[in-house]
């Protein structure tokens, strides 16, 4: 089992930058992939970064060049750095990782509003 705290959201003004994190605990040693994902009210909830256990990291084609995924070395918290925030980047942000054997879990969220 794993336990995901996120921290870091608040309010920006539209251009602006915070630094997202993921902080995990438990049997952190089992987890293949992490990924941050978001969702706006009345949307879907959106994966906009992940990165695996290899260092790997994919990114959603609206936020490549603004947003950076990375983690610690011990790999136990991940970061999402955003930058030139928009409107449109408003969300709740969440954190999610896969476990070896498929289990999923997820932190609590952080918001993040950009006003313009």
């Known amino acids: 089992q794993v336990q995901l705290v996120e921290s870091g959201g608040g309010l920006v003004q539209a251009g602006g930058s915070l630094r997202l994190s993921c902080a995990a605990s438990g049997s952190t040693f089992r987890i293949m992939t992490i990924g941050w994902y978001r969702q706006a009210p009345g949307k879907q909830r959106e994966l906009v970064a992940s990165i695996n256990s290899g260092g790997r990291t994919n990114y959603v084609d609206s936020v490549k060049g603004r947003f950076t995924i990375s983690r610690d070395k011990a790999g136990n918290t ?36 950009v006003s313009s």
């Open 78 to 113: 991940v970061y999402l750095q955003v930058d030139s925030l928009k409107p449109e980047d408003t969300a709740l942000y969440y954190c999610n990782a896969v476990l070896i054997g498929g289990s999923r879990y997820w932190g609590q969220g952080t918001q993040v509003t």
